[in-house]
């Protein structure tokens, strides 16, 4: 996984992955494995994005996103391949720490995934419909 550092075509990669999920323009698809998601890309081009125990065996998970050609896994990377690297000028102070760069990642395509934002919308309209006016804040 962080056996090679980042290129430039590498930082890409992951910045259009990152942004392209915000937007929702990934169709990230849960999988039999609860710690797995999937996406198409075209033809037989695939994303995985996985949460996978700490690497520093500290408490918490850790991310990696690989791309696939059929079957065949072209890499793996994780936070660690982009060592020393910020991604402020590109995503924003927020995400200048490659490590929140991944973990948003998983949060964002997890909830697409199992479409916990859509199910929200419909929890707040049924909520809203037994709340009193004043309440629907």
Known sequence: MADFQATPDLNRFLIKVFKATELGLIQ?????DEAILTAPIEGEHNL?????PNFNDQEGSDYTLSL???RQSIFV????NFHN?????ALGE???????????LWINSYLKAHKISDELKVANILLDKI???EEKK
């Open 28 to 32: 990230w698809e849960k999988t039999a």
């Open 85 to 89: 690297l910020s991604f402020s000028s």
């Open 94 to 104: 927020k995400y200048a720490k490659p490590w929140d760069i991944f973990k948003n």
């Open 77 to 80: 990377i994780d936070y660690r």
């Open 68 to 70: 696939l050609k059929g």
């Open 48 to 52: 995985l994005l996985s949460e996978v």
């Open 131 to 133: 709340l009193p006016k």
